[in-house]
């Protein structure tokens, strides 16, 4: 009895045959019936957890079109990487411009690596509760600088 009453009722809404029309577009349908927009992402201020969410894919994405790079250059190009590893060396760059060329390779790897750990450990379970995701945001951010300056300085 105590669970009917919290039952909530349904109504079917009828729609017409004739309120359907043909090869219209999603977004026209929408436009025409006046339907309420859903929130859009771009409505939610910029945050720690959604920057660290989309840099996750946008690390991914760019090591998947480096892997490839990688790859298929290694099976056309008419010279091994030796080859290429003295092209640069006769450029003569100062230490630091090496340095900070091999950073910029090396942080997107670093930080896939690090919130990849982060994101593996939610996986058991652990370090769900908000201020926990945010500890190991905060940590998986310095985790993956400190990674990143110890392969550029190799
Ligand atoms: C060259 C190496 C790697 C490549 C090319 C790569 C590529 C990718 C891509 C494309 C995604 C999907 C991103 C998305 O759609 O949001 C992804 C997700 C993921 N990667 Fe990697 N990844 C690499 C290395 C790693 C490493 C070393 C780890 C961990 C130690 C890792 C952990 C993860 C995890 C856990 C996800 C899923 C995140 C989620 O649940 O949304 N990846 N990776």
Redesign the pocket.
């Known amino acids: 009895m105590a669970q009917t009453q919290n039952l909530r009722e349904v109504s079917m809404k009828v729609v017409p045959a004739a309120s359907t029309v043909k090869n219209e577009t999603f977004f026209d349908k929408n436009n025409r019936l006046q339907r309420e927009m859903s929130p859009h992402l771009t409505i939610y201020k910029p945050q720690l957890t959604s920057m660290l ?1 989309i840099t ?2 946008g ?3 760019a ?2 079109a ?2 490839w790079a990688l790859g298929l250059a290694a099976l056309t190009s008419p010279q091994d990487i030796a080859n290429y590893a003295s092209v640069i060396e006769g450029l003569h760059l100062s230490a630091g411009t090496l340095t900070a060329l091999k950073f910029m390779i090396a942080y997107p ?1 670093a930080f ?2 690090a ?3 982060r ?2 450990l939610w ?1 058991t379970g652990r370090f769900l509760k908000i201020k926990e995701v945010y500890s190991t945001g905060y940590a998986m951010v310095g985790v993956s600088f400190a990674l990143a300056a110890i392969l550029a300085m190799l």
């Open positions: 969410s996750h894919r690390t991914g994405i090591l998947t480096g892997v790897l896939h690596t919130n990849g750990v994101h593996l996986d």
